[in-house]
Nanobody, 122 residues
């Protein structure tokens, strides 16, 4: 019902930058919040940053001051600008949306993308 497609991952040297994008499509009525999570090998998936419908944002401590989340509501797109990347930022990054769909009673659900690999290495 809601499809999320991430892009922008890749290989970057320490100190470099990447910009991730996530486009939501499908029978969307509204999107409340969108977020980026990441999962490193052998670790649990963790929240990186989130943005709400009023454009308020939250960041986890390891990325504060380095990452910036933003959204374009007209395009149903969320971005993650990642600067000063470190090897410990290496992970698969997943997009998440808390959305209501075009259906009776506009049911609310959690939706995930397939993930995009970010590798920080020299």
């Amino acid at each position: 019902q809601v499809r999320l497609v991430e892009s922008g991952g890749g290989l970057v040297q320490p100190g470099g930058s990447l910009r991730l994008s996530c486009v939501a499509s499908g029978s969307i009525f509204s999107i409340n919040a969108m977020a980026w999570y990441r999962q490193a090998p052998g670790k649990q998936r963790e929240l990186v940053a989130g943005i709400f419908s009023d454009n308020s944002t939250i960041y986890e401590d390891p990325v504060k001051g380095r990452f910036t989340i933003s959204r374009d509501n007209r395009k149903n797109t969320v971005y993650l600008q990642m600067n000063s990347l470190k090897p410990e930022d290496t992970a698969v990054y997943y997009c998440h949306a808390d959305a209501r769909v075009q259906a009776p009673a506009y049911p609310r659900g959690d939706y995930w993308g397939q993930g995009t690999q970010v590798t920080v290495s020299s």
